[in-house]
């Protein structure tokens, strides 16, 4: 009997312990959310992948803006064709720039070969400002073709040009500057009314491959010969005054009863006036230029001079930063910004002194 209790017994932890067997087992998956919890430690993982993008956010913004930079960054180039120093109207292109540079706070530059005729100089100051990562570039030429291969370069490179004063030949760059064409047929229609038909006069030319050389010495002609007067000379004197007083003097000699001269700039006009001097014909030969500088207007105003065509080079130079700025920041413009003529004789002289 008492065998019977213990082996009764016995059964009973048996059983108990079996029951607390299969409890630990079955904590297991009761912990299982606890080993989810990678998982959910995942979950900031994902939410940080996605940051990026949304980080990113701005930066799309921008592109789709343009990627434009702020002007401070931004630089850009003024080449002239001759220095400011050595020509009152190359001097009022730099005054136009620099005035624009300071207001819309850009980083500019104004550069210019030493001579009007050193075109491999300015190639070389167009080469070192690609290398120097310039974003836009307003150019007078110097050799419009020359210059055309370079400027396709930088234009290939993403800086954006426009053409000041004079037109170049790269296609669809905007020009901002005179005509030169109607601004000179301007002198020689004042000519025509100031002479008489079959009256003997001269033309003193600029550089002749440069457009604005090439339009003025066209408009002149026209003009000239549109009333009857006879051209006797065209000759290059390169925008010089001392060349321009040279090819005065040879002209006097061959055609001593010349009784008028255009001078394609003012440097050149006032150098023909110098000739004009010497020869002791001041008064008896009508004398007229283009550009109207203040020493012309002080010429004109003096009697050495008649007459001379005003341009607006401070324009020309204001409105080609602002405009290059323009380009820069995607804006678009017209293929041509006239600055506009005026005929100056004695009687508006004053106000271009």
């Not at 100051?125 to 400027?151: F, N, R, S, Y």
């Amino acid at each position: 009997m008492k065998s019977l209790k213990f082996v009764g017994l016995l059964v009973i932890v048996v059983m108990a312990l079996a029951a607390c067997g299969t409890s630990v087992p079955s904590a297991a998956p009761t912990s299982a959310p606890a080993a989810a919890a990678p998982t959910a430690a995942a979950a900031p993982t994902a939410a940080q992948a996605v940051a990026p993008t949304a980080a990113a956010a701005p930066t799309a913004a921008q592109a789709a803006a343009g990627g434009k930079k702020e002007p401070k960054d931004i630089k850009i180039l003024v080449n002239m064709k001759g220095p400011g120093g050595g020509n009152p109207f190359w001097a009022a292109v730099q005054k136009g720039a620099e005035d624009a540079g300071k207001t819309l706070g850009v980083q500019l530059t104004v550069l210019s070969p030493p001579a009007e005729s050193d075109v491999p100089s300015q190639i070389a100051q167009i080469e070192d400002a690609i290398t120097k990562g310039v974003d836009g570039i307003a150019i007078a030429p110097t050799d419009p073709a020359a210059l055309e291969p370079v400027l396709q370069k930088a234009i290939d490179a993403g800086v954006k040009v426009v053409f000041i004063d004079t037109k170049g030949q790269n296609a669809g760059v905007t020009f901002i500057g005179t005509n030169n064409e109607a601004g000179a047929k301007l002198a020689g229609d004042y000519m025509c009314k100031n002479l008489k038909s079959g009256d003997k006069v001269a033309i003193l030319q600029g550089i002749i491959t440069q457009s604005t050389g090439k339009a003025r010495a066209d408009g002149a002609k026209a003009g000239l010969s549109g009333c009857g007067l006879n051209i006797v000379a065209e000759t290059p004197a390169e925008w010089d005054k001392a060349k321009g007083q040279a090819a005065m003097e040879d002209i006097l000699t061959k055609n001593p009863d010349l009784k008028g001269v255009f001078g394609s700039n003012d440097n050149m006009a006032l150098g023909a006036v110098e000739a004009i001097k010497n020869a002791g014909l001041t008064g008896k030969i009508l004398v007229v230029g283009f550009d109207a500088n203040p020493d012309a207007a002080a010429a004109i105003l003096a009697g050495d001079m008649n007459a001379s065509v005003a341009q607006a080079p401070s324009n020309m130079g204001k409105l080609g930063v602002e405009s290059a700025l323009k380009l820069i920041q995607g804006e678009t413009l017209d293929p041509v910004i006239d600055t506009g003529t005026e005929l100056v004789t004695k009687d508006n002289a004053d106000k271009y002194k």
